[in-house]
């Protein structure tokens, strides 16, 4: 079956680490998106991708970075610099960016701790 | 720019009664897209609405779409404890951005139904 798997499911953070959240995705699709969600809060985006090699900064960039080396993947990486990092994660992605004709299919999403 | 204001953002109801929860946003576009998250999870493709006028239901929830007001519902009929959690609207950011397309996010509407 088709669809978009994020991993870990939960990842704890020391102070002063990088972590890396993996998004892999077998839809075939081109565009790619990281979201940001907080307790009771919406979705913030952080970056997004529409093609291979390629990737745009979104809302809340800063602190964070992607690559998007493979179709299949695009993986974000939570940096030290990002001082408030706790968080849920959501990895996205769509046939294409130049016509939602189906929306977004998500993944099932990694919970980020400070610890 | 494009801003999508979804209300109410919370509302308790019982079992049995008809609700609506309103997305309006802020410029024109003819894409809007359901979702739904239950609590700790990721989000779900309830409906895609892709012209002005369409109506789509599933069950006991229907959305619809006016794009000459800038408004959408999801109308929930004979509400049931399954139907317990956040819902989001999103708004498909073409034409107004060239290349860009994305969808910007209502902050979604916390629906608790009791028994």
């Known amino acids: 079956d088709g669809g978009i798997t994020q991993s870990p499911k939960y990842l704890f953070r020391k102070e002063g680490q990088n972590v890396t959240l993996s998004c892999e995705q077998n839809?075939?699709?081109?565009?790619m998106y990281w979201y940001r969600q907080d307790p009771g809060q919406g979705l913030r985006l952080i970056y997004y991708?529409?093609?291979?090699?390629?990737?745009q900064k979104g809302d809340i960039a800063e602190g964070y970075s992607v690559s998007r080396e493979k179709k299949e993947s695009f993986p974000l990486t939570v940096t030290s610099a990002q001082k408030n990092p706790t968080a849920f994660y959501l990895c996205?992605?769509?046939?294409?960016?130049?016509?939602?004709?189906?929306?977004?299919?998500f993944g099932s999403g990694t919970r980020l701790t400070v610890v | 720019e494009l801003k999508v204001e979804q209300n109410p953002l919370f509302l308790s109801m019982q079992e049995g009664k008809n609700y609506t929860i309103y997305c309006n946003y802020s410029t024109t576009s003819d894409r809007l897209y359901w979702y739904r998250q239950d609590p700790g999870k990721s989000l779900e493709s309830l409906f895609v609405l892709l012209s002005n006028g369409a109506v789509k239901q599933e069950g006991r929830l229907m959305a619809s779409l006016d794009t000459k007001a800038r408004l959408s519902t999801l109308h929930i009929t004979a509400a049931v404890h399954d139907l317990s959690a956040t819902y989001f609207c999103?708004?498909?950011?073409?034409?107004?951005?060239?290349?860009?397309?994305?969808?910007?996010w209502g902050a979604g509407t916390k629906l608790i139904i009791k028994p």
């Open positions: 839809l075939n699709h081109d565009a």
């Open positions: 991708s529409q093609i291979v090699n390629d990737f």
């Open positions: 999103a708004v498909d950011s073409f034409p107004l951005m060239d290349s860009n397309y994305q969808l910007i």
């Open positions: 996205a992605s769509s046939i294409d960016s130049r016509g939602l004709e189906y929306g977004y299919t």
